[in-house]
Structure formats: structure tokens, C-alpha cells
């Protein structure tokens, strides 16, 4: 896949990945050897069609390759550029065996991006019942589109000002560009579903009120709540959470000064913690919004990162650096109360535990002193407790996640769904669409 330079694109935020020309997704299609029993559907937690999709871009069929995905995921431009595929469907390509695995994330987009989506209106019957969806993350929006497409009145509730969730708010535009999030809600839209901003479910307004308005209300509220270090110095102006310095960036657009005049802390020496791919998305943030260097601080090697290879790879070529087996003790001020230096552990990797881990331990008397003047925490997430606190009926999980019916996605409140990360913890997008889709499947054969 062609990219953009990573000299050029270290300094903006234009998508780095440019997708496939025709003659290269000819080929690369070209290569699918249609197998009887297809593995990598096996590996798609939505068990896209992915040879039958194929097969119709071999013979140019961009529509019908573009039907064959939808008729089991509803959001294949988002999918084709931010799934873990490697994890997934190409994870399970014959082919991968012996050489490289069918390029299916970039086929999808190139799907995506090409065939005209064909906006469903008008034809469908309504059935006059209505579903609430509290969030508008890409669960939410799987289980309305769902709904939406059976004749059911959907409204969302979002607490933020754009829908979209992390897909907006989380993963910069240099990976999934805003406006092809916008298309997807659009499509929504056209369908009829309502959007309401500025909406705190358990706030503004409580699950019991909806439910009371609503056949069925789908919680998709995701897993916002920051995960800190827990060392000194954690409160000193210049420290920020991965989630807070991405929503001033993405969301509210303050790479785009003085257009939007959203305030951003300015770090001219950056240390970032954490090895995930939120990691990863601050890193090469932050770079772009003008720093001088760009630390990634982890306690074990490379090998054990879990952010995607390829984002690893493309944070590297911009030129983030990483330090790796160091761990944080913690953060140094000046007389002002701010941020000007880290102290690291340097650590090692003991001998593997009973569960086959190797554990980072400190190594005596090896400590040094980062200079950083922005750090960003990227250690993972929780469940906010904003809803699930005004809803002493919903049962939670002892990790306090809402507890719900596999199959169906219901809670312990009746007709009342849930999914994605509120469910499962921190996950990927493609799980959350799964079950907001299964969700909503349930609603439509309740209702619809
Ligand atoms: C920086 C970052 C990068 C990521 N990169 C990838 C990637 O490359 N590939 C991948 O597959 N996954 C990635 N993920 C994970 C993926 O984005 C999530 O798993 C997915 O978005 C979860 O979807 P969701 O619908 O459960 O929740 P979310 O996307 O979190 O959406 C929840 C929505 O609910 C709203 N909300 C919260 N509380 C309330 C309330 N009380 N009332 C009303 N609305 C509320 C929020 O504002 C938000 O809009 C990334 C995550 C982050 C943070």
C-alpha cells in the first residue's frame, strides 16, 4: 500500500496509508486462491464474506463486492483501516503459511472507498416501534443500523458534540479520517436515525426515563475512564491522559489552529507510556503537533509490545523512539509545578513464570532522568461510572463491566441491550460492531 513520505507526514495529519490504485487491487485479488472451505472467515468475528467479496472485485464487480461485505458489516471503510487483520482474517489465510496472507483490510477499503454505498431509503416499512442508544460508538451504530434497516425509529444519545465515539474522538485522522466516519453516520441519518447531542445517559438523561419512551435501549457508553501510573508527581502541570490529549487533538480539531482554538498542551520533549496502539496514536500526535522528540517508555522489549506491527513500524519511520525494559518511578517539577523530567527504572526480563510470562524486574541501582515536559499516559482503560452508577438495576461484572446474555446482548434489565467496550473492556472496533449488531438483531426479531 502506498503511503505518504514519513519526512512529509510527520507534520500532518493527512491519512498516511493511500490506499490501492485499481490495477493493485486486481492483483492483489487476483492472488485469492477462492478456497472451498475459506479459513480467514473463520478469523473475522463478523464473518464477512471474504472470498465471495474477493471473487467480485476479480471480476470488477465493485457493487456486488460491496454488497457481499455489508450484508454482514455495515462499516467496511473503518474496518479496512484500523482492524487488527493480522490478528484476524489474514491471520488465517492459507496463504500466510508459506508467504504473504491475501492484503483483505486493504481489499475491504478499497471496496469501501470505491463502490457507491447506495443509501437504503424510502422502501422500508415502519414498524412504530423505537429503540434508544445511549453512546454513538461504533456499537451503537452497528445495533441502529441494524434496527434502522428493519423499520425500527432510532434515536441516539451522545454525550459528546460529534457521534462516532472513539472512532472520532480516539484514533487520529491520520489513520481514519474524520470525514469517512461522518459518511458512515450520514448513512444513518439517511436511514432516519436521530442523533442527540450533549446527552450524559445517567445525567441528562437516566436508562428507567428511556426505557419507559423506547421498546428497547442498546448502552454502548464504551470504556472512557483513564488508567493512571500511581507514582509521584503524576498531578504536575504537563501530565496528561492518552484520552484527554487525543480528544483536545481529534475532537476538538486543535491541530487545526487557529481554524478551532481547542487549548493543547505544547511538549517539546514527550514521553509517552504504554506500548498499545493508543500509545502509538499519541506518539505520532504529538510529533505532528510540533515536538522535538518523542519518547515511547515500556518495562518490557518489543517483542511483547501489543500495538499493531504496522503502526509500531510507522511511528518508528516518523521518528519516535522507544525505550523499552524502563519503567517509571516518577515525575520531577520545577518551582512552577511543572513537568521537567521523568525518572526511568531500567529494567530486565526475569526467567518465564508458571503462566509462561517473563516478568520485567528492576535492575539495581539503574536509574536515569528523562528530560519531558509533556507526558502521556496510555496504560489502558476502565468502565465510567456515570451510567452504570445511576442504574443500580444493570448487574456488573466483579472488573465492573455490564454483565449481559451472550447470545442476545441483554442485560439483567429487560429490554434493555449492551455491548462493545462497556462489556468486554478495552477492545477493537470490529468486536464492538459484532455485538452491537447482535444486539440488535435480538431487537429487531423482538420488535421489528
Ligand atoms: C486511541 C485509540 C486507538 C484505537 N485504535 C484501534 C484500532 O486501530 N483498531 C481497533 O479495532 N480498535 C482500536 N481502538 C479500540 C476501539 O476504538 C474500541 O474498542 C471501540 O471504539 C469501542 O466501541 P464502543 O462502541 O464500545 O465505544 P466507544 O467507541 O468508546 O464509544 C462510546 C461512546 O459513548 C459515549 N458515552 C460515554 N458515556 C456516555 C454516557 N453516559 N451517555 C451518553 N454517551 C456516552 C462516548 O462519548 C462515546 O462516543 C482504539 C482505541 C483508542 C482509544
Do not use: W
Amino acid at each position: 500500500m502506498p503511503c505518504q513520505d514519513p519526512g512529509i507526514r510527520s507534520k500532518n495529519f493527512d491519512e498516511v496509508a493511500l490506499g490501492y490504485t485499481e490495477d493493485m487491487a486486481l492483483a492483489e485479488a487476483g492472488r485469492c486462491l477462492q478456497c472451498k472451505k475459506p479459513l480467514c472467515m473463520q478469523g473475522c468475528p463478523v464473518e464477512v464474506p471474504i472470498r465471495d467479496f474477493i471473487g467480485c472485485v476479480v471480476a470488477r464487480d465493485y457493487a456486488g463486492a460491496y454488497a457481499k461485505i455489508t450484508s454482514s458489516n455495515s462499516f467496511p471503510a473503518i474496518c479496512g483501516r484500523v482492524c487488527p487483520q493480522e490478528n484476524q482474517c489474514e491471520g488465517h489465510c492459507i496463504l500466510g503459511k508459506k508467504g504473504s496472507p491475501i492484503a483483505i483490510g486493504r481489499l475491504e477499503r478499497f471496496v469501501a472507498d470505491n463502490a457507491a454505498a447506495g443509501a437504503v431509503t424510502g422502501s422500508i416499512q415502519k414498524k412504530g416501534k423505537k429503540v434508544a442508544c445511549i453512546g454513538s460508538g461504533p456499537s451503537s451504530l452497528s445495533c441502529a443500523g441494524v434496527c434502522a434497516k428493519n423499520g425500527l425509529d432510532v434515536d441516539i444519545y451522545e454525550a459528546m458534540h460529534e457521534a462516532g465515539g472513539v472512532l472520532v474522538y480516539g484514533i487520529p485522522s491520520f489513520r481514519l479520517p474524520k470525514d469517512v466516519v461522518a459518511r458512515e453516520v450520514e448513512g444513518l441519518s439517511r436511514l432516519g436515525v436521530r442523533f442527540f447531542m450533549n446527552y450524559v445517559g445517567g445525567r441528562t438523561v437516566s436508562v428507567a426515563e428511556l426505557k419507559e419512551q423506547y421498546a428497547a435501549v442498546f448502552i454502548g457508553v464504551g470504556a472512557g475512564l483513564p488508567v493512571f501510573l500511581g507514582v509521584p508527581g503524576e498531578n504536575l502541570v504537563g501530565v496528561f491522559s492518552a484520552n484527554e490529549y487525543l480528544t483536545r487533538v481529534n475532537l476538538g480539531r486543535a491541530y487545526r489552529f487557529p481554524e478551532y482554538d481547542t487549548p493543547v498542551y505544547p511538549g517539546r520533549h514527550v514521553t509517552v507510556f504504554g506500548a498499545g496502539n493508543v500509545a502509538m496514536d499519541a506518539a505520532r500526535t504529538a510529533l505532528r503537533m510540533g515536538a522535538e522528540s518523542v519518547h515511547i517508555v515500556y518495562r518490557r522489549t518489543r517483542a511483547e509490545m501489543p500495538a499493531r506491527k504496522e503502526e509500531i513500524e510507522h511511528a518508528e519511520e516518523e521518528g519516535v523512539a522507544l525505550t523499552l525494559l524502563s519503567s517509571p518511578v516518577c515525575f520531577n517539577g520545577d518551582a512552577d509545578q511543572k513537568l521537567c523530567s521523568v525518572t526511568l527504572q531500567k529494567m530486565e526480563l526475569a526467567e518465564p513464570d508458571a503462566s509462561g510470562r517473563r516478568r520485567p524486574v528492576p535492575i539495581q541501582g539503574a536509574q536515569v532522568e528523562m528530560p519531558t515536559d509533556l507526558a502521556i499516559i496510555a496504560l489502558g482503560t476502565r468502565s465510567n461510572p456515570v451510567l452504570l452508577e445511576a442504574t443500580p438495576d444493570l448487574a456488573l461484572n466483579e472488573r465492573g463491566y455490564i454483565t449481559v446474555d451472550e447470545a442476545s446482548g441483554e442485560t439483567s434489565i429487560p429490554n434493555v441491550f449492551a455491548g462493545g467496550d462497556i462489556v468486554t473492556g478495552a477492545a477493537t472496533v470490529i468486536l464492538a460492531m459484532g455485538a452491537g449488531r447482535r444486539a440488535g438483531q435480538e431487537i429487531v426479531r423482538r420488535f421489528a
